[in-house]
């Protein structure tokens, strides 16, 4: 019976190395891709909080990486916040994230409780640049100056300084405003819209100080 003759097979090197380079190469472009850092943020609607305070309650001031940081991820952190209504969060490049915010904003500060209050109604402790409102309002009262005030453009807010309940026995709705400029507003809750005019209506005054009178029509009396 006939002997197989036996055959030598030969290791081909240069395909094995390439192929353990192919390897390589694929797991540090997966490990550089799973390590790749978020490089830019940027913040969008917010008012009340700086870019680093949203950065911040993100959870992301240290630039970590852009996959354990998914969008979902910020999302959810974000509006875990008592001072954050709801989040978008938008991704560009893997590398971008572009946050859009709408925040619980601080209305006012209510020294009967001595807490500042959000636009949900929430009380916190933390003190924010907003009006005061310095004596006790009745639950119901209170109530719809929340909403009032909800509706108040920021910039006649941060105009205004005080906020006083101060009915009269036409009105039990009627609010005394003391003004950033030195001027003094009375306005009920049924008008407290009118408020929102407040530049346009004074700009004739502008170099007098007076009560502008929006409970009952709307004039002007200049005080001496």
Not at 79 to 85: G, L, Q
Not at 125 to 143: G, L, M, Q, R
Not at 179 to 196: A, E, H, P, R, W
């Amino acid at each position: 019976m006939a002997r197989k003759k036996k055959t030598k097979r030969k290791i081909k090197y240069k395909t094995v190395f390439i192929f353990v380079l192919v390897i390589y190469f694929l797991a540090f472009l997966v490990y550089d891709v799973v390590n790749l850092k978020i490089k830019n943020i940027y913040i969008y609607d917010n008012e009340f909080f700086t870019d680093q305070e949203i950065i911040e309650l993100a959870g992301i001031e240290d630039y970590p990486s852009t996959f354990q940081k998914n969008s979902l991820n910020i999302k959810k952190t974000l509006e875990k916040s008592t001072y954050i209504k709801e989040v978008k969060v938008v991704k560009k490049w893997l590398t971008e994230v572009n946050i859009y915010v709408t925040e619980n904003k601080p209305l006012f500060y209510y020294e009967y409780d001595k807490k500042t209050v959000l636009s949900d109604g929430t009380k916190v402790d933390k003190i924010f640049v907003v009006p005061s409102v310095i004596n006790y309002v009745p639950d119901e009262k209170y109530e719809r100056l929340l909403d009032k005030m909800n509706d108040i453009p920021s910039d006649i807010q941060k105009r205004i300084s005080e906020i006083k309940y101060d009915p009269n026995d036409v009105d039990k709705n009627r609010f005394l405003l003391s003004m950033s400029d030195g001027n003094y507003v009375y306005v009920t809750l049924n008008k407290f819209s009118t408020i929102n005019d407040y530049l346009e209506m004074i700009k004739n005054f502008e170099n007098k100080k007076g009560i502008l009178y929006l409970d009952s029509g709307e004039y002007f009396e200049v005080l001496n």
